[in-house]
């Protein structure tokens, strides 16, 4: 699976910006598609999930704040990330992932949120 993330920029604190994530390639062997990022100094942390059946999960940071859906004709992943903090500021990474295993990551899009 090839993964093409982009959609990255700066913001102001407060801030939207949504994030996409295009997949191609062996799409049918996807389970999950995830969403991470990775801050200067950090270990990259998952931010959200979304399943083939629609459920979603979100780290406890952007609940609330943070919205990821999938768009199955476009084969596209997208994260909505609305009221922005400085906190946010990383690359964030798309995953797409079979049951148990890594299928293949997107190349990271830097976020900038500046306070």
């Known amino acids: 699976v090839q993964l093409q993330a982009f959609g990255g920029g700066l913001v102001r604190a407060g801030g939207t910006l949504r994030l996409s994530c295009a997949a191609s390639?062996?799409?049918?062997?996807?389970?999950?598609m995830n969403w991470y990022r990775q801050a200067p100094g950090k270990q990259r942390e998952l931010v959200a999930t979304?399943?083939?059946?629609?459920?979603?999960n979100y780290a406890d940071s952007v609940k609330g704040r943070f919205t990821i859906s999938r768009d199955r004709a476009k084969n596209t992943v997208y994260l909505q990330m609305n009221s922005l903090k400085p906190e946010d500021t990383a690359v964030y990474y798309c995953?797409?992932?079979?049951?148990?295993?890594?299928?293949?990551w997107g190349q990271g899009t830097l976020v900038t949120v500046s306070s």
């Open positions: 995953k797409a992932a079979g049951i148990g295993y890594a299928l293949g």
């Open positions: 390639g062996s799409i049918s062997s996807i389970n999950t």
């Open positions: 979304i399943s083939n059946g629609g459920s979603a």
